[in-house]
């Protein structure tokens, strides 16, 4: 199985950015569709970003869309989250996720999940 290791995290100002990494190891990231999720204190765990298996399609939330990038790079075996323009509704833990069938806009369908990474954004 893969396993899934996030970083960037940190603390930044309202209006900054900051560019999450999910790092696989175990199997290749390209055998599976990635998400990035976040989860806030007190609130459900959101998708806000996912990426099919070689990249060619890509999902954001409404809440996140135009401000928020997902792509990857399977020769590093990697799938990054770059966020723009972030404001204080986007502090959260942030994590990513693999997913080996179905649909990737299905929460339902990601099987294996990093540690998470928290993201602090200061007004």
């Known amino acids: 199985q893969v396993q899934l290791i996030e970083s960037g995290g940190g603390l930044v100002q309202a209006g900054g950015s900051l560019r999450l990494s999910c790092a696989a190891s175990g199997r290749p990231v390209s055998n599976y569709a990635v998400g990035w999720f976040r989860q806030a204190p007190g609130k459900e765990r959101e998708l806000v970003a996912a990426?099919?298996?070689?990249?060619?399609?890509?999902y954001c939330a409404d809440s996140v869309e135009g401000r928020f990038t997902i792509s990857r790079d399977n020769a590093k075996n990697t799938v990054s989250l770059q966020m723009n323009s972030l404001n204080p509704e986007d502090t959260a833990v942030y994590y990513c996720?693999?997913?080996?069938?179905?649909?990737?806009?299905?929460?339902?369908?990601?099987?294996?999940w990093g540690q998470g990474t928290q993201v602090t954004v200061s007004s």
């Open positions: 990426i099919s298996w070689q990249g060619g399609s890509t």
């Open positions: 996720a693999a997913s080996s069938s179905g649909s990737y806009t299905n929460t339902r369908n990601y099987d294996y």
